[in-house]
């Protein structure tokens, strides 16, 4: 589209699924290059994911990716500093479709003290390959999974004063 004030429609069908499964939740997406993007509040996350894996409409079975953002000084706005990205695939109808979730920390982020904004809810129980992912964005961000099995650093030593991809 050439007119940057147009409608972008979201075609996906996963939208529409999603939406009607849960109308009374705050639910944003998004395309860009032919990739969706649903937008779930951080609350609502693990029951979003959960339909997404195992509705018959979606059958999302397999979850390639699980990465984390640091949007701080970034040139757009945003829903919140950091982001979480859940890459999922459909293999049955080759579909990827990602799942993206904002937090905003409610204390400095020095990454020592634990910041109680910043925790998920671990996509481990529906998807255990999410265990080292989420590890890693635990020790890259310092963003906590709860119900994880096995929460500890993976990259760094126990230790390691700081979250290396935090921007400050």
Do not use: C
């Amino acid at each position: 589209m050439s007119d940057a004030n147009a409608k972008t429609v979201l075609d996906h069908p996963t939208f529409k699924l999603v939406k009607e499964a849960f109308p009374a939740k705050r639910l944003r997406g998004t395309e860009f290059r032919g990739q969706s993007t649903l937008i779930v509040e951080p609350g609502d996350l693990h029951e979003v994911m959960a339909f997404l894996r195992d509705d018959a409409g979606t059958q999302y079975n397999f979850l390639s990716d699980v990465v984390g953002i640091d949007y701080l000084n970034y040139p757009a706005p945003m829903s919140g500093r950091f982001a979480v990205i859940y890459n999922l695939i459909a293999f049955a109808r080759d579909d990827r479709f990602f799942v993206k979730t904002f937090l905003n920390p409610s204390l400095p982020t020095d990454g020592i003290v634990e910041d109680p904004a910043l925790y998920l809810d671990s996509v481990t129980d529906l998807w255990p390959g999410a265990e080292w992912p989420e590890r890693e964005v635990f020790d890259m961000l310092g963003i906590r999974f709860r119900n994880h099995p096995d929460l500890r650093r993976i990259l760094t030593w126990e230790a390691f004063p700081a979250h290396p991809l935090r921007k400050d």
